[in-house]
């Protein structure tokens, strides 16, 4: 009988189905130690654009997030920005009236955000298809709507700001120019990738994808599916809480977008563009989404909207399963043919 963990993914798209396994291998084996030598490549030659290479690395842990959720578990959700926007004002707030460590105030965002996931994830997670999303969006609607109207705490519709957090470590102060907000930021998101990575091959995270693909059989071998799928949207909720704070600690400052639903969608649209279910497609469609985003805004005030439309409308035609997936069949392609030789 076929384990749980050799039976095919059915969240993948067909052109990665098509892929040999040991390219998909070598592809997640690289992808980590890619991302960290990209990220410092970056750091040299766009000494200009720290701030924009921020966002792309904080935001990417948060997209992360939401493919624990979506390419590992299967759960839909367009309310994923309620943790990311609970843990940066869990962040901010910590700093700005306790301890302003930055990694304290990251801990503080990974608690609030995984214990805001773990006390309504086990409430909207008996739903399931569009009363599922339905819930994940009121979720969201309501962090917002707190944060809103916490003003002594939060800062209300002005935003929370004053956020100064003490050096990295007590040595590295974090500059004007951004660089040590850029080179921490950075060290997070390979952190974050290592550890998805490694829950992600551990038994739980197998056990999660077993109950994506077949939850009668995890039911039939004693295990429970909603625990492992409300065990699995809380740690996303973690993932989601450091993301969120490590932009109060980078920004300085948290507003009410940061729990909006137009930051869940477009973190939908990121993931869907690099990839499902890969840790690494995360990162790609991140920083595609939001590097393009940034040059057709620069170059083209008035019509960047419809480029951008247009570039997501070629990648869902033309490479269904993400930019990954090109590169997953680009990379069969060069290993077919070194097997030839």
Not at 12 to 35: E, F, K, M, Q
Not at 86 to 99: E, F, L, M, Q, S
Not at 125 to 135: D, F, P, Q, S, W
Not at 145 to 154: F, G, I, M, S
């Amino acid at each position: 009988m076929t384990s749980v963990a050799e039976r095919p993914d059915p969240m993948s798209d067909p052109v990665s189905r098509h892929t040999p396994p040991a390219a998909r291998r070598d592809l997640g084996w690289i992808g980590i130690p890619l991302v960290a030598a990209v990220g410092l490549a970056a750091y040299w030659l766009l000494p200009d654009d720290l701030a924009l290479l921020t966002r792309i690395a904080a935001s990417a842990l948060f997209v992360l997030s939401l493919d624990l959720v979506l390419g590992y578990g299967g759960i839909a959700t367009l309310g994923q920005a309620a943790m990311f926007g609970t843990g940066a004002y869990a962040a901010g707030i910590v700093a700005v009236n306790w301890i302003n460590d930055p990694f304290a105030m990251l801990a503080a965002g990974g608690i609030a955000g995984g214990g805001i996931a773990l006390a309504t994830g086990a409430l909207i997670l008996h739903a399931r298809g569009l009363t599922l999303l339905m819930l994940t969006i009121a979720v969201g609607q309501i962090v917002q709507e707190v944060a809103n109207k916490a003003r002594d705490w939060t800062g209300g519709s002005d935003g929370l700001s004053g956020i100064d957090p003490a050096p990295v470590l007590g040595l590295f102060r974090f500059d004007m120019f951004g660089r040590t907000s850029y080179l921490f930021a950075l060290a997070v998101l390979v952190a974050g990738l290592l550890v998805a990575r490694r829950i992600m091959r551990s038994p739980f995270g197998l056990a999660c994808r077993g109950v994506r693909e077949d939850p009668l059989r995890i039911s039939a071998i004693g295990g429970s599916p909603k625990s492992y799928l409300v065990a699995l949207y809380a740690v996303a909720g973690v993932f989601a809480g450091v993301a969120g704070a490590l932009t109060a600690v980078t920004s300085g400052i948290v507003g009410l977008d940061s729990a909006g639903f137009p930051w869940s969608a477009e973190a939908l649209v990121m993931l869907v563009l690099g990839g499902t279910g890969r840790l690494y497609g995360a990162v790609i469609g991140t920083a595609a989404f939001m590097g393009i985003h940034h040059i057709l805004a620069a170059s083209d005030p008035f019509h960047w909207m419809g480029f951008i439309g247009l570039f997501l409308i070629g990648i869902v035609l033309f490479l269904p399963g993400g930019i990954a997936s090109g590169l997953e069949r680009l990379g069969g392609l060069l290993r077919r043919k070194e097997d030839r030789a």
